[in-house]
């Protein structure tokens, strides 16, 4: 799947995403989502700096996005944001550690 972002007038795929409710696909697609609430993104030597960047702010863009989530492949490391600022930072993470994430009324357990 991917996610339409009309205001650039191009297409870009997460590693995941999170809608809540109805699914809005874009016209006459079935691949193609509009309405992401949460995206998630596991980033990587190629691609951290687009993830961090241009991708953060094409999302941006849509109305019902409301968190992005980064995690590293190299380091326990999980960063979350919420619309357009950071509201965790770099920490260590234990094995069993669990992050509440803004638009998802439950706690998410990451392995």
Do not use: H
Not at 65 to 76: D, G, M, N, R
């Amino acid at each position: 799947m991917k996610v339409d972002i009309a205001e650039y007038n191009s297409f870009i795929y997460p590693d995941a995403m999170i809608v809540c409710g109805s699914v809005a696909y874009a016209e006459n697609r079935r691949d193609v989502i509009k309405n992401p609430m949460l995206v998630i993104e596991v980033l990587s030597d190629s691609t951290e700096s687009y993830d961090r960047g241009r991708k953060f702010k094409k999302y941006q863009t849509l109305p019902s996005f409301q968190e992005y989530v980064l995690i590293s492949q190299t380091e326990p490391l999980v960063e979350t944001f919420s619309g357009r600022i950071t509201i965790t930072g770099f920490t260590p993470l234990p094995k069993d550690w669990t992050q509440a994430l803004r638009c998802i009324p439950s706690k998410t357990k990451f392995y």
